[in-house]
């Protein structure tokens, strides 16, 4: 079988990221609305569908099997996304609210939410007739994301932030601080 693989991934002149990298990348880019950098490397096993928005990945960076990126969302170079994490952004390309933007070598760690809108809830009617009140996620660069955190709309992540596995992140991170907890807070700064 590894043969038929490596025969195969010479005829598409990929051999240093192979097939299974040139199927994901080509599953990916059945979208018009999808763009990959060259080097950027997709598991075929994962979801990329940007719904009414566009999803740009830059150099270097991975999402690995399982993960799901959906709608309007922004990676950076040298980041990468591992299994299982969903990430979802709302609206059109160039919106104003609803954007997921994660910069360049940020770290998120399998089964992670990212989720740039909320249910609207007011009392006195269903809630699911009352739509998403979308607001923007910012992961600014150098970022490490525990296992397991979600992140709620309307947050930014400072630069050289860390969050520990299992956070909730509610409200903004300032730059190079660790941050645990749910709702996470921030316990002491990077120095």
Excluded at 40 to 53: F, Q, V
Aim: hydrophobic residues 40%; charged residues 15%; proline residues 5%.
């Amino acid at each position: 079988m590894s043969v038929i693989v490596n025969i195969l991934c010479k005829g598409f002149n990929q051999p240093k990221t192979g097939f299974s990298n040139w199927l994901g990348r080509r599953l990916a880019l059945r979208n018009k609305r999808v763009t990959l950098h060259e080097s950027t490397r997709i598991s075929p096993s994962a979801l990329l569908n940007p719904r009414n928005g566009a999803i740009n990945i830059g150099a270097n960076s991975i999402v690995s099997p399982g993960a799901q990126i959906q709608g309007n969302v922004c990676i950076g170079d040298n980041s990468s996304v591992q299994s299982n994490t969903i990430i979802v952004g709302y609206g059109e390309p160039g919106a104003d609210k609803g954007q997921v933007r994660i910069g360049n070598g940020v770290r998120i760690a399998a089964n992670c939410m990212i989720i740039g809108g909320n249910h609207r809830f007011a009392a006195g009617k269903p809630i699911h007739e009352q739509g998403m009140e979308p607001a923007n996620i910012i992961i600014e660069d150098d970022v490490w994301i525990g296992g397991s955190v979600n992140i709620i709309a309307g947050v930014t992540i400072g630069t050289g932030s860390v969050i520990g596995a299992g956070s909730v992140v509610t409200k903004d991170i300032p730059p190079m601080s660790i941050a645990v907890g749910a709702p996470a807070k921030v316990i002491k700064q990077r120095t």
